[in-house]
């Protein structure tokens, strides 16, 4: 199959694409305001929206359609949100019962639409798990207006955004309207969730608007590239996705997307440099012998820190004991440093590091705070 | 038992099962993990199936509470290497597993009834038609057998390790230094809740799970000042929550499961408005209240500051305070209305002037100010 021949191919890679873009792009906000899992319950909650415009207009053309999962989707936001400020309800119960209530009032609809004669109900179902074959040239049109739209309203307040995400509260100090903002940008969330419903389903949205973010986290630590690198995986893994699936048969789009994105996302944790697990993994192999040094040693050596112009000045046991941990050998620990001359004894049960054994713990805070940072 | 009333009960049983652990995800702030294991069992599922190739063997169970359990160990994983976020993890890991379950049943399982829809949405009207029978005896609906074993089983293990648990989710810290293991206690929270989650899915889908495990307890949460009344409460609401949605959905017709989660939503509703201490309701009856009994006192101490003084006939008339105070009339007279009724306040012809009473409290007031 070749894809600048195949219509459909096409059709289906530009809508993957579109849907990468902007939930890659706006999924790296969520990521960073801990909203990821904003995505999985806007997009759960969407149902009852599209059940509700099919049951009023009987019509399942993309625009009301998707106007309508993107009302539902943005009034259970709205409701998570009354919940955690108006109560004591943890946010996250929130989003999870909003998403599965909504979606159970949601296949209520479904099950009511499903008792009517007519046979045009047929193909809602593509909503739940995804269809992207079934995605017609409407349907991509419309998803790229709106993705498009997303996008530059996105680059229009992309300072506002910024403020929101980093220091909502230093945005509040200077007046900014830091609760519209939020408003605005779960508005776009959704309609980046909405976008993606025909295309990956209720249940895979929410690893579009994390993955890419996530992988591309790992890559760098400032924002304007990381949102573009999540755009640019967004884009790359929807089209790969559905060339996969065109090419192989019974592979369906949307779960296909989704494993390019976690190989994707597995292979950055790995990888980045400076900051991955393999580069983290040569580090520590450096600076093991300094960082598995014995808790009692440091704990000496904290208290060592007191006197700094009495080397010698010596530390009860029992002190060193309320500092460790219940149940800890203090005695044998101490017995062990001796041994291996990293603490002396100077004078009847008292204790201190040596030169060498200050040296260790050092090495050891030094080796810490490089691993941290 | 006729089948609705079967089905009424697996409704029931599945309800009271899912709320015990589930008071302890919304304490715990892990509500989201039931969400991420109910989609992750999928490819358990799947895969035992390709192994049995029998859709009713144990094995399926076995293999689906044993992927909800690695679920859990992916996410703790990806969270210790403090690359990714908490809420990210759970949204990498369970559509990355449910994706792998979706693709092996389009590849491998299209000629079976293994359907995702039937993993998602489950279909409560089809449970009593699947039976436990010994022999020639028909037991009832295998699901009631079954969820009633995890119910069973959830109540007793929780009740043995009532202190163990409570302490973990109070203050995990705490547990860990009084040499508690906070880290096994999480593990086996969570290996009750894939348990539950899929004895649960294939009589109610696995949104339902997560709608049965969230909202009652979340419910009981504004209702509850102690964590025995809350699990007792959660309970109590979870089968409330089953018998409206079984009846709602009898009346109209339509998914018991979908009808069931409704249900459980309204129920959390409802008590977010109407809760007597924490409801919205109570909370703007408290500040309306506040309100006026910070007015009174500001009345008060606007009367005291004035009835000896040259202006007191202008300052104390009842009908200039409005002005005096800046306060709109009705505002104003229901201030008075309300000082007047606790004996705060006493009339003289057009005058109105603190009572012993309202001067002790207008001095109270001003001393805390100045304090």
């Not at chain 1, 309508?68 to 309800?89: K, P």
């Amino acid at each position: 199959m070749d894809f600048f021949s195949d219509y459909t191919l096409r059709v289906v890679a530009l809508g993957s694409g579109v849907l990468g873009a902007a939930a890659g792009a706006l999924g790296s906000f969520a990521y960073l305001r801990r909203q990821s899992l904003v995505g999985d319950a806007l997009s759960h909650a969407a149902l009852p929206g599209i059940a509700l415009v099919f049951l009023l207009t009987g019509s399942k053309a993309p625009l009301p359609i998707m106007i309508g999962a993107a009302l539902a989707g943005w009034v259970a936001t709205v409701a998570v949100r009354l919940v955690v400020r108006r109560s004591r309800v943890p946010y996250d119960s929130a989003l999870g019962m909003a998403l599965a209530v909504f979606f159970g009032f949601g296949l209520v609809l479904l099950t009511q639409i499903q008792k009517r004669p007519d046979a045009a109900q047929a193909g809602l179902e593509s909503f739940l798990f995804g269809q992207a074959a079934s995605l017609l040239r409407e349907d991509v049109i419309v998803m790229s207006v709106l993705g498009t739209a997303c996008l530059i309203l996105l680059g229009l307040l992309w300072k506002e955004f910024k403020l929101l995400s980093f220091d909502s509260e230093f945005g509040d100090s200077l007046g900014r309207p830091m609760r519209r903002l939020d408003g605005i940008f779960t508005l776009l969330l959704v309609v980046a969730v909405v976008i993606g419903l025909r295309t990956v389903g209720v249940v895979l949205m929410s690893a579009m608007v994390v993955a890419p973010a996530a992988a591309a986290r790992q890559l760098t630590n400032r924002l304007a590239p990381m949102v573009v690198l999540a755009a640019a995986i967004g884009v790359f893994s929807g089209v790969t996705g559905a060339v996969l699936s065109s090419m192989v048969p019974r592979l369906p789009t949307g779960p296909t997307i989704v494993l390019v994105l976690s190989t994707i996302v597995v292979l950055s944790l790995i990888f980045a440099p400076d900051r991955g697990l393999l580069w983290r993994w040569i580090k520590l192999g450096r600076l093991q012998p300094a960082a598995a040094l014995d808790p009692v040693l440091m704990h000496l050596y904290a208290l060592a820190q007191q006197h700094p112009n009495e080397p010698d000045h010596g530390h009860r046991v029992g002190v060193l004991r309320t500092m460790s941990p219940v149940g800890a050998d203090v005695e044998q620990a101490l017995e062990d440093l001796l041994n291996r001359g990293l603490v002396h004894g100077v004078g009847d049960e008292l204790w201190a590091p040596t030169p060498i054994g200050r040296r260790e713990a050092e090495r050891a805070i030094e080796a810490q705070t490089e691993m941290s940072s | 038992m006729t089948p609705e009333l079967e089905i009424l009960a697996i409704a029931v049983v599945t309800a009271v099962a899912a709320a015990l652990p589930g008071t302890y995800l919304v304490l715990r702030r892990t509500a989201m993990v039931s969400d991420a294991i109910s989609h992750a069992i999928l490819p358990g599922i799947v895969v035992a199936f390709f192994l049995t190739r029998d859709l009713n063997s144990p094995l399926l169970l076995l293999a689906a509470a044993l992927t909800g359990v690695l679920t859990v160990v992916l996410i703790e994983a990806l969270i210790r290497t403090r690359l990714v976020p908490e809420d990210a993890s759970i949204g990498l890991v369970f559509p990355a597993l449910f994706s792998i379950g979706v693709i092996l049943i389009s590849r491998g399982a299209s000629d079976v009834h293994l359907d995702t829809d039937a993993v998602l949405l489950g279909e409560l009207a089809f449970a009593p038609f699947h039976r436990l029978t010994v022999g020639d005896a028909d037991l009832g609906p295998a699901a009631l057998w079954s969820m009633g074993a995890i119910l069973v089983v959830n109540a007793v293990l929780i009740l043995l390790a009532w202190k163990e648990l409570k302490l973990a989710t109070v203050d995990a810290g705490l547990a860990a230094l009084l040499g508690f293991q906070p880290l096994i206690i999480h593990y086996g929270l969570m290996t009750m809740v894939s348990v539950t989650a899929v004895g649960a899915f294939d009589a109610v889908g696995s949104i339902l799970v997560v709608a049965l495990m969230i909202a009652p307890p979340a419910t009981a949460y504004l209702l509850a000042e102690r964590l025995g009344p809350m699990i007792g409460l959660a309970a109590i609401i979870a089968a409330a929550g089953a018998v409206l949605g079984w009846a709602g959905a009898l009346a109209l017709d339509v998914s018991i499961a979908g009808s069931i989660a409704t249900a459980s939503g309204l129920l959390f509703a409802v008590a977010f408005l109407l809760a007597p201490q924490r409801g919205l309701v109570a909370q703007a009856q408290r500040r309306s209240g506040q309100r006026l009994d910070f007015a009174v006192r500001m009345l008060l101490v606007h009367l005291l500051h004035h009835e000896e003084t040259p202006e007191v006939a202008e300052e104390c008339r009842e009908a200039g305070l409005h002005r005096h105070l800046g306060w709109r009339e009705s505002w104003t007279r229901r201030v008075v209305g309300k000082a007047e009724n606790r004996a705060l306040i006493s009339r003289r012809g057009e005058l109105v002037l603190p009572t012993d009473q309202g001067r002790r409290l207008a001095d109270d007031a001003v001393v805390g100010f100045s304090e």
